[in-house]
């Protein structure tokens, strides 16, 4: 192709200038990439790993628990033991909730898995623990022998367990691997009994249940302890005095407390009191049918009768007679001495003193037993149904005490003339049969006259011959009549061997009369408690005075009994001054 010479240098030109460019362009690209070549690499981020715990604790029943990781790069996880798994194993960088199971575990030792959470060149670990299974197993009942004694009950168990008794004739003596051991108190009473142990260990519980064998309800006959008959013993007993309105306080049938009237509980600070008073004997007013668990087999309580036995023992820690009683009792056998409750009366009456009976039945003959009290339909007459019914309440009391044997068979029991009242024993009272000769006891009780002992609305305050004239003077009841009744009770029953017992006898105090008058009343009141107490030893019975706890106005306290201090120790030494 022909070029002209012009257009051939254009292009000549042009090439030129084309191949600088390039070249121009190649440089530039080719000094890009050597810059780029030999600028530095970025660095990287150092390794992070948090977990956001260290253990985990789980119970033996197991269950579900979790942690977090948080890490700014991939992570795994795993559990060295297939009882705790892993909901996942891996995660990438960011914060994750891993979840975990922990299987139940059947075994009673402790055991333990770990977790290993890394990311990178970090490791943490995470411990697992898991507490056994609790094992706790016990010999579920046992029966004991009437006489107590030590008690060993085999115990397995994973750990220290706790012991809980809840009956106050078992004590805990102490556990040792594999074994618990207890004391068992005598039973002394007529029934079966059953008392509770708890075993406790973590949430478990197990309970054993003890039974123990009751007294026979009737032993061999035993003179031991209880050689005096009736009369010699109440020859030697002296003077007495009543802890009344405690272990008899009760508003009805089913209900009793020892301090529901207001007296304290008796202590032996009590008891010793009396004793250093110069008393002999003490009367125990009982309450029983409130103490009964159950009104249709009538047994009484365990504690009740333990109570009483605890008052007991006050007394004869003091060498001092004792007599204890049915005594109003809410007046379910006191004040109903007729036909119409005749058979159920007998029935309980019988079952109550069974029990009473057999639980003392190892005390010696300073112990007596009075069966009932004030048994009356009122204060009137008796009719013949009414003396018939209340000396057939003396007839089972009698029989039902001396069934019971050993030393009951021989001691001295005392029965109640209707009401207690002299002139009804004179005109009415017969003993009952007995099947040992010479060893029952009458008793009568004396509030005459009424309007100055205990009629706290009488204007009669004052008594006796230096007050005749008086015109607060009753118009009866005087020395001469006190006389006269005990005189009674001499020739009626004394005179012929029946040994008497005046079980209560008091006048109250009457603090709210003037001073004056008050001074006349406390010496005419400690004249009468003197003359009524010589009186009474002087025809041979042996005088119980009423001590109601109530020291103020109205009362017949003779000691504080919180303080178990002589409250009037006037009127305890005219008492004690006339023996």
Not at 81 to 90: F, G, H, I, Q, R
Not at 212 to 228: C, E, F, K, S, Y
Not at 354 to 368: G, N
Not at 407 to 434: C, E, G, K, M, S
Request: charged share 20%; with cysteine; glycine share 8%.
């Amino acid at each position: 192709m022909y070029w002209p010479i012009n257009r051939m240098e254009w292009w000549l030109r042009r090439s030129r200038l084309l191949s600088r460019a390039m070249l121009a362009h190649l440089l530039a690209a080719a000094g890009l990439l050597a810059w780029t070549a030999c600028a530095k690499k970025p660095a990287e981020p150092e390794p992070e790993l948090k977990v956001s715990t260290q253990a985990i604790a789980a119970t033996a029943a197991g269950g579900g628990a979790f942690f977090h990781v948080a890490a700014n790069r991939a992570w795994s996880a795993s559990s060295t033991e297939p009882w705790c798994t892993l909901a996942v194993s891996t995660g990438q960088s960011g914060t994750t909730k891993v979840d975990i199971q922990v299987a139940p575990h059947g075994g009673t030792a402790p055991r333990s898995a770990t977790i290993a959470v890394v990311a990178g060149p970090l490791k943490q670990d995470i411990t697992v623990t898991q507490e056994g299974a609790t094992l706790l197993e016990v010999d579920a009942e046992q029966q004991v022998g009437v006489g107590g004694g030590e008690l060993a009950i085999r115990v397995e168990a994973s750990g220290v367990f706790q012991v809980e008794v809840a009956a106050d004739w078992i004590t805990h003596a102490g556990s040792d691997p594999g074994v618990a051991r207890f004391e068992v108190g005598v039973n002394r009473g007529l029934s079966v009994r059953a008392g509770t142990i708890r075993f406790t260990l973590g949430g478990v519980e197990k309970e054993v249940t003890v039974n123990q064998d009751g007294q026979p309800p009737t032993i061999a006959p035993d003179m031991t302890g209880v050689p005096r008959n009736a009369r010699a013993l109440i020859g030697g007993m002296g003077l007495g005095w009543n802890l009344g309105n405690s272990l008899e306080a009760a508003s009805s049938p089913t209900l009793a407390s020892e301090t529901l009237w207001g007296n304290p509980k008796t202590s032996k600070a009590m008891i010793d009191a009396v004793k250093a008073a110069g008393f002999d004997a003490v009367r125990i007013p009982c309450a029983w049918s409130g103490y009964m668990e159950d009104q249709t087999t009538y047994r009484v309580s365990d504690a009740w009768l333990a109570r009483v036995k605890e008052v007991v023992d006050y007394c004869v820690a003091n060498d001092l007679y004792v007599v204890i009683n049915t005594h109003w009792d809410g007046g379910w056998l006191e004040e109903h001495p007729l036909y119409s409750h005749q058979a159920a009366v007998t029935e309980k009456f019988t079952a109550l003193w069974k029990q009473v009976a057999v639980y003392f039945r190892d005390y010696d003959e300073r112990l007596l037993f009075a069966g009932t009290n004030e048994v009356r339909a009122d204060y009137n007459t008796p009719t013949a149904e009414h003396l018939a019914v209340q000396a057939s309440y003396n007839q089972v009391f009698v029989e039902t005490v001396r069934a019971t044997g050993g030393r009951n068979a021989y001691r001295n029991l005392v029965v109640q003339a209707y009401n207690t009242n002299i002139n009804h024993a004179r005109d009415f009272f017969r003993l009952p049969v007995d099947a040992v000769q010479d060893r029952l006891v009458m008793e009568v009780h004396y509030y005459d006259p009424y309007d100055f002992t205990l009629d706290a609305e009488s204007s009669n305050y004052l008594w006796g011959q230096e007050f005749a004239g008086y015109g607060n003077v009753s118009n009866w009841g005087q020395e001469a009549w006190v006389d006269q009744s005990f005189a009674i009770v001499k020739s009626s029953f004394i005179d012929k061997g029946i040994p008497v017992i005046l079980g209560e006898y008091a006048a109250t105090l009457r603090l709210s009369l003037p001073e004056a008058a008050r001074a006349q009343h406390v010496r005419a009141r400690n004249h009468y408690l003197g003359y009524v107490t010589k009186a009474a030893r002087a025809v041979g019975m042996v005088p119980f005075y009423w001590d109601s706890g109530h020291t103020g106005n109205n009362g017949s306290g003779l000691f504080d009994r919180a303080t178990a201090t002589p409250a009037h120790p006037d009127a305890i030494a005219a008492i004690v001054g006339a023996r």
